[in-house]
């Protein structure tokens, strides 16, 4: 098990029913080796990615790939190709108080982009968990290019921020990834107090 930690400065703003992303300069990642009397729980084969110091965390597959690219970590299963998993996740500096009169469901539609032709789109699954409530949905569709069947997940998290979480894949490698996925939303926290990646999350 390791530690991942994605740092940046500056915020992402949120508009009616929608969210906006703002570009983000100075992010970075950095790995690290965790203390022996650490703090962190993750299941065998998965490191802890966090973000801000604790404003996200969550788990995710050791030997993917971990990028930045526009304010977004970016994590792949194998470098980044027409045949690599994508899996895309971008902090909103909001609160849930600043938009609690809007609804979870018309946000996360409203993050879809038009690229994608869904010949399928799922109900929108909602998980609430302590004072964070996850909103997420599946898309299926046609690769043009490829004429190749692909889904797409989108997940919307609001607690005392708001995360964006997205997965690209092939539907044939659909088995394996989803439960990726499945572990990505199990873990996911908001604003836990992390001073030291090193050692974990204080234990109150």
């Not at 740092?7 to 992303?21: F, I």
């Not at 990642?29 to 065998?44: A, I, N």
Request: overall charge neutral.
């Amino acid at each position: 098990m390791g530690c991942s930690a994605a740092r940046d400065s500056v915020p992402g703003c949120v508009g009616p029913a929608s969210l906006a992303k703002v570009k983000r300069s100075g992010m970075s990642v950095e790995k690290y080796k965790l203390k022996s009397k650490h703090t962190w729980k993750s299941k065998p084969g998965y490191n802890i990615c966090v973000l801000e110091r604790g404003l996200v965390r969550f788990d995710y597959p050791s030997n993917w790939i971990v990028e930045t690219e526009d304010g977004a970590v970016l994590l792949h299963d194998r470098p980044p190709s027409i045949e690599s998993c994508d899996l895309g996740v971008s902090l909103f500096r909001i609160s849930a108080e600043e938009i609690a009169g809007v609804s979870m469901d018309e946000l996360l539609v409203n993050s879809l982009g038009p690229e994608r032709k869904a010949y399928q789109q799922s109900e929108i699954r909602h998980v609430q968990r302590g004072d964070v409530e996850i909103a997420w949905l599946e898309q299926r569709y046609v690769h043009i290019e490829q004429n190749r069947d692909a889904r797409f997940r989108v997940a919307l998290a609001r607690g005392p921020v708001v995360v964006l979480i997205s997965m690209n894949y092939w539907s044939d490698r659909a088995a394996g990834l989803e439960r990726v996925w499945e572990e990505v939303l199990r873990t996911l926290m908001l604003d836990i107090h992390v001073t030291d990646p090193t050692a974990g999350p204080v234990v109150q």
